[in-house]
């Protein structure tokens, strides 16, 4: 499959503009061929009109025809094989096992959520049958499910070149509820985008999908992105990456003269909670799991454990010895891009100049012949430093780790009281620990959308009860996820009808249950 350069407008490919960019190799600097031509206001208007005329078909296609769908999708982006590998490779830094599991991920949660429409259990069903006889007022006839909000915007995440992507879980969830999807591709990996996004084209035509019903475009955040968040017939976005990304792009939202909702994933720092006598029992093995979990893809991961919490006392200088020697072996490796490299490579000097943070392991390790090597960085401050000094609770997104040292249980209390909303939240404890410090899991209950017991936040399973959100400014509603099956009720809204005849209702509220599905009843 060659890779044009070109935004995908449904079955049809964009014209070349005058404006164009280069996926950059970020383990040389160098340029990878072709250019990438970014999209013009006409194309943005043309993908999004195309996207609200589809949507008036596509929405009413059958829970199996979309699953079929996306099953196709699965099975074209396998198809695709390793020329999909080689170019992700070259466009990420990223080694080929990471490439070709997240391309599982990718075609597994498509066939997951393929599922999960064909057993109608996401309309969330609901039907009160009249009772006219009822005093002193009769009750009508009301059934309501889950339908489709209308086109939505994905825009495509920096790490992750497949799984939060092109067909990512957004596109996903957004595509099984019955919505078009207009994805903004990120500019670290065009290549992956178009190769993914033919994929997509080819599976819609295969199975007989309205054109329009996907579209990709090139372009800048702040040009394309912002058009398309503002443009009228776009009803909801999906976003993955910085929080003053998703900020910029909610507030273009709510100025709209229809606000519509962004579910935006922003910044955590995933903080770990190290209880003493777990901390006495499994120093070796809390010490190698938080290494590899710090380490693990660079750092690159939104719940890359970014602070931990330790008790000041011989127990906790032991396991702080062990990391730090663990993290002092570690090799630097390839980041993603220029700018996530420049932003980790700020976030530790900063530290490093803070007078209240002792730095342990220094984040050294860059050269000139790969310019965006990312080194391992450990520091150490204690709670009243960090309860005193806001910006010690920022995330750096890359392999660093901050450690804070506190003295008892109201200390430690008051640093999570003192978190912002985040993804996941870490306990390492023993039973005797939890007793000790039973308060811990309401404070964490209220400011992380998942709970860790002693094992380690990288790593988000795909599957029916994952919960990758928290409250703001985690995500901008922390009542959703991006992960999971839950996900496709962020492009869905309820709609009730009341003494609605038989042949005008969808077939999930149909008397008999003509599908088969779970549904409540009286």
Known sequence: MKIQGRSIIGFNSAPQSDTSIKAIDPSTGSEIEPPFYNAETETVNQAAALASGTFQIYSKKSSQERAAFLNEIANQIEAIGEPLVTRAMQETGLPEGRIKGETGRTTGQLRLFASLIEDGSWSQARIDTALPDRAPLPRPDIRSMSRPLGPVVVFAASNFPLAFSTAGGDTTSALAAGCPVIVKAHSSHPGTAELIARAIQKAAEKTGMPDGVFSLLFGGGRTVGSALVAHPAIKAVGFTGSTAGGTALMEIAAKRAEPIPVYAEMGSVNPVVLLPEAVSQNVESIANGLHISATLGVGQFCTNPGVVCIKKDARGDALVNRFVEKMNNTAAQVMLNATIHRAYCDGITQLQENDKVATL?????????????????????????????????????????????????????????????????????????????????????????????????????????????????????????????????????????????QSLLPDELKDGNPLGIVRLEN
């Open 361 to 501: 392991v220094s984040g050294s390790g860059n050269d000139d012949d790969s310019p965006c090597l990312g080194a391992a960085a450990v520091f150490e401050t204690s709670a009243s430093s960090f309860l005193q000094d806001e910006s010690l609770s920022h995330e750096i997104f890359g392999p660093g780790t901050t450690l804070v040292r506190w003295q008892n249980k109201e200390e430690l209390l008051a640093l999570l009281e003192s978190f912002q909303g985040q993804l996941t939240g870490t306990i390492h404890a023993s039973e005797t620990d939890l007793g000790n410090y039973s308060e811990i899991l309401a404070v964490l209950e209220r400011k992380v959308g998942r709970i860790v017991y002693n094992s380690f936040p990288t790593g988000v399973e795909v599957c029916h009860s994952m919960v990758h959100g928290g409250p703001f400014p985690a995500t901008s509603d922390g009542r959703s996820t991006s992960v999971g099956t839950h996900a496709i009720s962020r492009f869905t809204r309820l709609i009730a009808y009341q003494d609605s005849p």
